[in-house]
């Protein structure tokens, strides 16, 4: 049985012992190896004195050390708290504080660099250094190495838990206001690896390259799909698109999933003949894969399946599109992933007709336990679900995500956009993808981003922020042309802005809040 996160492993080390489970700059552990150091890990945890449900911050890139914190912290009934490694510190002292981190595992140096916001997080009071350099002065906190941890033999053992514990608190960026950590269950963990893991039919011959960060919902499934079928996984901090490339060559890489932004640099890179020879499938998550960059990557990958999904951390995973279906509906997001129901509904909860716009709503195993100590927020977003019997008494909780989408008449979904990103000028709602979409079909960009600018005479103007293709110069009266070719008048941007890069969010996406913060007078300012 699988019930709680850590049994995958555990499951896994007991059927194949002696295949590999993670990977990491040459280092392989085996499922056997993996689950005695799990276990290790867990009993370390107790033995400094951490209770059942107490956060355990990680603060780390991809290593062995981050996974077997995580689910270290799982065995050992507490909660694991993955921080995203290119965060600050003050970003971080924010959820090390905001969540009362008990313990945080990460490395002397970023220890060194986190010391005043220890110093400033009174439920900190210890920190395990994977590299054993800590110092403790001046931050309060008790220091030691990771190996003296994993060395401890007390009477101290893990708490007992069920599967509607929690398990994890992921952080989920935000252009404006500080983040919501969103409380996610052993069953929403559970349930997610099975449910994902079936439908891109996941084996233990697979090698799933992991390039996401382990604090974001989509690269922790990368672990727990692998585990839960006994596939090895290979953890890679890249720093270049030349770098994964040369990572699924060196690795006979089978599988991965990436954001838009990666996919892209991916699709304009040449792939030697070894780098995709092995790859069965690919997959797209944390928003729409421009038409343009699949067909290039279907031509690079002619023997990978082109899995693409939508998900929210809310709900982890939600969607995905089969892909025998992607050449009839390349920009359908799909439909409801295993285990899962997603409805279309109006605002007053009662279902959408064929076509007809709504907001998704998630009902099921997957949906998280709220937003951590957010009454207000969580009351937002995790409400009841639409359609219930009025015989049942206690309520059971949706996720409402503030997507808006539409249902085909043969039940397949289409993203049209954000509740609040999309734009409304002369009296047309526009979605910013849709505009995208276009704009990248042209090839004379290398990324886009579409705004809603406010306007004196519009109520809202386009405004997209646009970087160079690669290789080459902006011309923005070629590109001007092609939109007015393609769209009709009232899409056409009102003005192209260049950058040399686009803002990206923690995560990898493109952040339209913060590029709409930047632009927000720019009418105003010049008179329109």
Not at 50 to 70: D, H, M, P, V
Not at 135 to 148: M, P
Not at 450 to 456: D, R, S, W
Not at 511 to 517: E, I, P
């Given at each position: 049985?699988?019930?709680l996160l850590?049994h995958?492993?555990?499951?896994?080390?007991?059927?194949?012992?002696?295949?590999?489970?993670?990977a990491?700059?040459?280092?392989?552990?085996?499922?056997?190896?993996?689950?005695?150091?799990i276990?290790e890990?867990?009993?370390?945890?107790?033995?400094?004195?951490?209770?059942?449900?107490?956060?355990?911050?990680?603060?780390?890139?991809?290593?062995?050390?981050?996974?077997?914190?995580?689910?270290?912290a799982?065995?050992?009934?507490?909660?694991?708290?993955?921080?995203n490694?290119?965060?600050k510190?003050?970003?971080v002292?924010?959820?090390?504080?905001?969540?009362?981190?008990?313990l945080?595992?990460?490395?002397?140096?970023?220890?060194?660099d986190?010391?005043?916001?220890?110093?400033?997080?009174?439920?900190?009071?210890?920190v395990?250094?994977?590299?054993?350099g800590?110092?403790?002065?001046?931050?309060?906190?008790?220091?030691?190495?990771?190996?003296?941890?994993?060395?401890?033999r007390?009477?101290?053992?893990?708490?007992r838990?069920?599967?509607?514990?929690?398990?994890a608190?992921?952080?989920?960026?935000?252009?404006?206001g500080?983040?919501?950590?969103?409380?996610?269950?052993?069953?929403?963990?559970?349930?997610?690896?099975?449910s994902?893991?079936?439908y891109?039919?996941?084996?233990?011959?697979?090698r799933?390259?992991?390039?996401?960060?382990?604090?974001?919902d989509?690269?922790?499934s990368?672990?727990?799909?692998?585990?839960?079928?006994?596939?090895?996984?290979?953890?890679?901090?890249?720093?270049l698109?030349?770098?994964?490339?040369r990572?699924?060559?060196?690795?006979?890489?089978?599988?991965?999933?990436?954001?838009?932004?990666?996919?892209?640099?991916?699709?304009?890179?040449?792939?030697?003949?070894?780098?995709?020879r092995?790859?069965?499938?690919?997959?797209?998550?944390?928003?729409?894969?421009?038409r343009?960059?699949l067909?290039?990557?279907?031509?690079?990958?002619?023997?990978?399946?082109?899995?693409?999904?939508y998900?929210?951390?809310e709900?982890f995973?939600s969607?995905y599109?089969?892909?025998?279906?992607?050449?009839?509906?390349p920009?359908?997001?799909?439909?409801?992933?295993?285990n899962?129901?997603?409805?279309?509904?109006?605002?007053d909860?009662?279902?959408?007709?064929?076509?007809?716009?709504?907001?998704?709503?998630?009902?099921?195993?997957?949906?998280?336990?709220?937003?951590w100590?957010?009454?207000?927020?969580?009351?937002?977003?995790?409400?009841?679900?639409p359609?219930?019997?009025?015989?049942?008494?206690?309520?059971?909780?949706?996720?409402?995500?503030?997507?808006?989408?539409?249902?085909?008449?043969e039940?397949?979904?289409?993203?049209?956009?954000?509740?609040?990103?999309?734009?409304?000028?002369?009296?047309?709602r526009?979605?910013?993808?849709?505009?995208?979409?276009v704009?990248y079909?042209?090839?004379?960009?290398?990324?886009?981003?579409?705004?809603?600018?406010?306007?004196?005479?519009?109520g809202?103007?386009?405004?997209?922020?646009?970087?160079?293709?690669?290789?080459?110069?902006l011309?923005e009266?070629?590109?001007?042309?092609?939109c007015?070719?393609a769209?009709?008048?009232?899409?056409?941007p009102?003005?192209?802005?260049?950058?040399?890069?686009?803002?990206?969010?923690?995560n990898?996406?493109i952040?339209?809040?913060?590029?709409?913060?930047e632009y927000?007078e720019?009418?105003?300012?010049e008179?329109?």
């Open positions: 049985m699988s019930e850590h995958l492993v555990e499951k896994s080390a007991r059927h194949h012992p002696a295949l590999p489970a993670i990491y700059k040459g280092q392989v552990l085996s499922y056997q190896s993996l689950w005695h150091q276990e890990a867990a009993r370390g945890f107790a033995e400094l004195g951490l209770k059942r449900r107490e956060r355990i911050g990680i603060y780390l890139e991809k290593r062995l050390e981050t996974a077997l914190a995580i689910f270290g799982a065995a050992a009934g507490c909660v694991a708290v993955p921080i490694p290119i965060l510190p003050r970003q002292g924010y959820i090390l504080r905001d969540c009362n981190v008990r945080l595992v990460t490395s002397a140096q970023r220890a060194a986190l010391a005043e916001e220890i110093a400033n997080s009174p439920d900190l009071r210890l395990v250094a994977v590299d054993g800590a110092t403790t002065e001046a931050t309060g906190a008790t220091f030691l190495g990771w190996s003296e941890m994993m060395a401890a007390g009477a101290a053992g893990p708490s838990v069920i599967d509607t514990d929690m398990v608190i992921l952080y989920t960026s935000g252009s404006t500080n983040p919501k950590g969103v409380v996610l269950s052993h069953r929403n963990m559970v349930a997610g690896a099975k994902v893991s079936q891109l039919e996941n084996t233990p011959e697979d799933i390259l992991s390039v996401l960060p382990l604090s974001f989509a690269g922790l990368q672990l727990t799909t692998a585990f839960a079928v006994g596939a090895k996984v290979v953890l890679l901090n890249y720093l698109a030349r770098d994964v490339v990572a699924c060559a060196e690795e006979r890489i089978t599988g991965m999933t990436g954001v838009p932004p990666l996919w892209i640099q991916l699709a304009e890179f040449e792939w030697p003949a070894e780098a995709g092995h790859m069965r499938y690919f997959a797209n998550t944390g928003g729409h894969m421009p343009a960059t067909d290039r990557l279907r031509k690079t990958l002619p023997a990978a399946k082109p899995f693409l999904m998900g929210l951390t709900a995973r969607t599109l089969d892909p025998s279906e992607v050449d009839r509906r920009d359908s997001i799909g439909k409801a992933i295993p899962a129901e997603i409805l279309v509904v109006r605002p909860g009662q279902a959408c007709d064929v076509d007809e716009p709504g907001e998704l709503v998630h009902r099921g195993a997957l949906v998280a336990m709220g937003y100590n957010d009454p207000e927020r969580t009351a937002e977003r995790y409400r009841p679900a359609g219930q019997p009025p015989e049942i008494c206690l309520r059971e909780m949706a996720v409402w995500s503030g997507d808006i989408v539409r249902r085909d008449a039940g397949f979904l289409y993203f049209v956009g954000r509740r609040d990103e999309m734009i409304k000028t002369s009296g047309y526009v979605s910013p993808t849709e505009v995208e979409e704009i079909s042209t090839k004379l960009v290398g990324a886009v981003a579409a705004l809603g600018i406010p306007h004196p005479k519009l809202q103007a386009i405004v997209v922020a646009v970087t160079a293709p690669a290789g080459g110069r011309d009266a070629a590109l001007l042309s092609e007015r070719r769209m009709p008048q009232y899409m056409v009102l003005r192209v802005v260049e950058r040399t890069e686009l803002p990206r969010n923690p990898g996406k952040d339209r809040k913060m590029l709409a913060g927000a720019l009418f105003q300012e008179g329109a």
